[in-house]
């Protein structure tokens, strides 16, 4: 019996493999990069590492620069619209095939998630409600999705499915809202030039999308070199883009399931027929065209949006996100207490996140349960549910990136990371403790 060759590389490959397959990783990642961040932001290098992301970089061109951004920027503008990227892909698959497709089972997790955002705004809003300040009340509206199901998969089968399902959905829901609230409430002057040329590649990616355009890389060259450097010139957020371009992406096949099985068994028999290559470690030219044939019906039976989700998912999890808390996380902690509360700030991203998360989660559920709007997923009581509502507390990577867009003043990013931190390390330790005792009970 042939086994599969074993080269010494793979004893370090597939650790890193196992590790990255599972889902409380991201949340590990993104929390060894947070204590990375405010270490090299208190230690000695800390003027350095703050210098570092003022560099600036552009493409020069006739003795003309364009597009000319320090790295903050292009991290924050750039590397974050491929995250929303896949957060646009990510909401298109549940509301085409998954768990926002049923209005009847989706309802309960969009309330939830409604509710999560207008209450945190509101306790915000009260406690800021004039100056630059108010321009705040969008930090404490975001659950971060990495880290609240990385804490939610530590417990591992002592959590139903349904509930991993529920807050799965209600942190899809919170991003779309957070997009919205971004491009709606957080963007600068528009140049409508601009804006009509992006909605027009938009059109074209739409269009290609209608009569059967299924090349990856057509999409991928007029999302980047169309959409998104128009959204960016036009004033409207460059993340907007990557949204509006994911919802364009084919979310059906080209080869059903029953046809593919059919075409893969007879390509599998016809590659046992041909007489094997033992003598050396290659492949015949007949096994080559079979398997090149195999790979090509996969990609016909296998959406292009799903293609993309799969592929880029593990980049941004461990790459792009990590590289987002690096520049965004790191803040000074040797802060005058009189600096920190001059302003209502960092109390009300603090009891924003910590209590109007919380009371939003949990009383829109149990007000939709009360009034027979939905009922309570299998698994699902009281108990638990105050805990996934601390968990939606933890809002680390969006309220982090909406903090980059609602203040320009220093002392007042200051404060609100602060606030962001304090309540989702306590919503996460809470959450984590509230449904260990709890479990499914």
Known sequence: MNEQKKYPINKIIHPVQTFIQQEKSGGIVLGLSVIIALFLANSPWSEQYFHFFEHKFGFYFDNSVYLEYNIHHWINDGLMSIFFFVVGLELKREMVGGELSNPRKALLPIGAAIGGMIVPALIYFSLNPVGEVNRGWGIPMATD???????????????????????????????????????????????????????????????????????????????????????????????????????????????????????????????????????????????????????????????????????????????????????????????????????????????????????????????????KIAPFPTGMNLNNLFGLGLLASIGFTMSLFVTSLAFTHEEYIVQAKIGIFTASIIGGILGYLTLNKNGGK
């Open 145 to 371: 999705i990495a880290f609240a199901l990385g804490v939610l998969y530590l417990l591992g089968k002592k959590i139903p499915l349904s509930l991993k399902v529920f807050l799965t959905a209600l942190a899809i829901v919170d991003d779309l809202g957070a997009v919205l609230v971004i491009a709606f409430f957080y963007t600068s002057q528009i140049s409508l030039i601009s804006l009509s040329i992006g909605v027009g590649f938009v059109a074209i990616m739409y269009i290609a999308n209608k009569i059967g355009v299924r090349n990856i890389i057509f999409y991928a060259v007029v999302g980047i070199l169309g959409v998104w450097t128009a959204f960016l010139l036009s004033g409207v957020h460059a993340t907007i883009a990557a949204v509006v371009a994911a919802f364009t992406i084919p979310a059906d096949v080209t080869i059903r399931e029953n046809t593919y099985i059919k075409k893969i068994n007879n390509y599998l028999n016809h590659f046992k027929q041909i007489d094997p290559n033992d003598k050396t470690p290659t492949l015949t030219e007949q096994q080559l065209h079979i398997l090149d044939e195999i790979k090509q019906q996969t990609n016909q039976a296998t959406p292009p949006l799903q293609r993309l989700e799969h592929a880029m998912h593990p980049f941004v999890t461990f790459i792009i996100i990590p590289i987002f808390a690096l520049a965004n996380a790191g803040v000074s902690l040797a802060i005058d207490p009189d600096q920190l509360f001059s302003t209502h700030v960092a109390i009300g991203v603090a009891l924003g996140l910590l209590i109007g998360k919380v009371v939003g989660v949990v009383g829109t559920t149990l007000l939709l349960i009360k009034l």
